[in-house]
């Protein structure tokens, strides 16, 4: 069974610029988590979308944001970025809704120069 | 507001020995209990979980423990490796979707 993909792996960009993440969740999974794992801060809950819909947000300002597409795959846009987003994005993927197990991917390292 | 404290931050334990992390919660809604183990460079891997309906799980070496009434759980590792030198976190859930993480275990496993 394929697990969580996570692309691109790395990724470099500048103060103000806007930054596209995504996500293909493990067949079956319906439900697409985005974390956030900063240096020293440990993981922080981002965004949970479950059948298309934005489900529950964490608390990061309203430039984080996303979708996800009939397929389940997700998208995670950063816009305006500041140096403060530069941290490792992880999806993770679960079946349906409420507390069922997640899985995660590799993550995208997000540097801002 | 939601949180989880996640101690010690540093365990360095003998091969062989035990290595015990603990956790306590404050949302009384938690109602889920995972534990993950993250290598250098890797991923996040789910190595046990626990629900509130349950008291203690065992998967082979790995044990979990809940304590609803004190909102403490704990992760016990028994006759420790090398290999499980790791950085361990702890979370919470309620019926909300999104894990609450504990800063994290990094354990040392010394041969």
């Known amino acids: 069974e394929a697990g969580v993909t996570q692309s691109p792996t790395h990724l470099i960009k500048t103060r103000g610029q806007q930054a596209t993440l995504r996500c293909s969740p493990i067949s079956g999974h319906t439900s697409v988590y985005w974390y956030q794992q900063a240096l020293g801060l440990g993981l922080q809950f981002l965004l949970w979308y479950d059948e298309g819909e934005e489900r529950n947000r964490g608390n990061f300002p309203p430039r984080f944001s996303g979708r996800q597409f009939p397929n389940y795959s997700s998208e995670l846009n950063v816009n305006a970025l500041e140096l403060e987003d530069s941290a490792l994005y992880l999806c993770?993927?679960?079946?349906?809704?409420?507390?069922?197990?997640?899985?995660f991917g590799d993550g995208t390292r997000l540097s801002i120069l | 507001g939601e949180n989880v404290e996640q101690h010690p931050s540093t365990l360095s334990v003998q091969e062989g020995d035990s290595a015990v992390i603990k956790c306590t919660y404050s949302?009384?809604?938690?109602?889920?209990f995972p534990w993950y183990k993250q290598e250098l460079g890797k991923r996040p891997q789910l190595i046990i979980d626990?629900?509130?309906?349950?008291g203690e799980k065992k998967d082979q070496r790995i044990a979990v423990t809940l304590n609803k009434t004190a909102k403490h759980f704990s992760l016990h590792i028994t006759e420790t490796q090398p290999e499980d030198s790791a950085v361990y976190f702890c979370?919470?859930?309620?019926?909300?979707?999104?894990?609450?993480f504990g800063q994290g275990t990094t354990l040392q496993v010394k041969p």
């Open positions: 949302d009384s809604a938690s109602n889920y």
């Open positions: 626990i629900r509130s309906n349950v």
């Open positions: 979370a919470a859930s309620g019926n909300t979707g999104k894990l609450i």
């Open positions: 993770a993927s679960s079946k349906g809704q409420y507390n069922q197990p997640q899985h």
